[in-house]
């Protein structure tokens, strides 16, 4: 996977989520690295390496694994991981799979569904799947910015396209053929039972205007972990750690020194 890295000290690792890349933690790179050997990384499909095997699938599960794979090899030791969105659900699963990699995990509104006890088998509302559809058919006819704007408004708040930097947009563009791929490859539910295998400290940050799905994922889970904490930024919808970026890190920060003491 490709990366960027900046800084010396305990490996602070992070994972993006969906239409982005390492480009999306600048702000973190920049406001860490000063403590930290900050390391961010491109997933497999999403930009710089666009054109891989076509045989090689677009999965959660293979990206969890690929991030124990990356630390391994860049062995630097248990890495101090942060994951957002889609990257937030990569990385939980990552964590329960290889503990040995991980020394604290933090999920920014990780993304999936929640299971909740009793309930038939956990998945998006069909208003959010046909939403995704459409976005999705758009970017796969051309109208790229217009499917764009459609999922990432839906996932952080009506407007949010249009008030995004250029280096978003461009960020978003440059990963849009990922989209479709990821809709064939819904993320897994949270369950208690995965939950419970998480075995290290765990923070989660949300935004105060997030939508709701991830602030009731966020609570569900600081139930469910062993060993969990909350922060919310205040102000912000899902890209909190771009909108409040002072605050983000400052939390992410708190965190793991609280944990090292």
Not at 21 to 40: E, F, H
Not at 116 to 132: F, M, Y
Not at 169 to 184: G, V
Request: net charge negative; proline share 8%; hydrophobic share 40%.
């Amino acid at each position: 996977m490709p990366y960027v890295e900046a800084g010396e000290g305990e490996l602070l690792l992070f994972v993006h989520g969906s239409l982005c890349d390492y480009r999306y933690w600048q702000p973190q790179i920049a406001g860490l690295s000063k403590q930290y050997r900050c390391v961010t990384v491109s997933l497999t499909h999403y930009w710089p390496v666009t054109d891989t095997e076509p045989d090689q699938p677009f999965s959660w599960s293979e990206h969890a694994d690929d991030v124990a794979e990356f630390i391994d090899r860049f062995g630097a030791g248990p890495a101090h991981v942060v994951g957002h969105s889609r990257g937030g659900c990569v990385a939980f699963h990552f964590a329960r799979r290889h503990p040995q990699y991980v020394r604290t995990l933090t999920l920014a509104d990780p993304g999936g569904p929640l299971q909740i006890a009793g309930r038939p088998p956990a998945t998006l509302p069909e208003t959010v799947n046909a939403l995704r559809a459409k976005a999705a058919q758009l970017i796969e006819t051309g109208e790229v910015e217009a499917g764009l704007q459609l999922f990432v408004d839906s996932v952080s708040r009506p407007g949010f396209w249009a008030m995004s930097t250029p280096g978003f947009r461009k960020m978003a563009t440059d990963n849009a053929h990922t989209l479709a791929r990821q809709f064939r490859d819904p993320l897994p539910a949270y369950v208690p039972e995965h939950a419970a295998e998480v075995r290290c400290p765990v923070l989660l940050i949300d935004g105060e205007k997030s939508p709701d799905m991830f602030r009731r994922t966020a609570t569900a889970l600081q139930t469910w972990l062993p060993d969990t904490r909350r922060e919310t930024v205040r102000g912000a919808s899902h890209g909190m750690n771009l909108a409040h970026p002072a605050a983000f890190n400052r939390y992410v920060d708190e965190f793991i020194r609280s944990v090292d003491v």
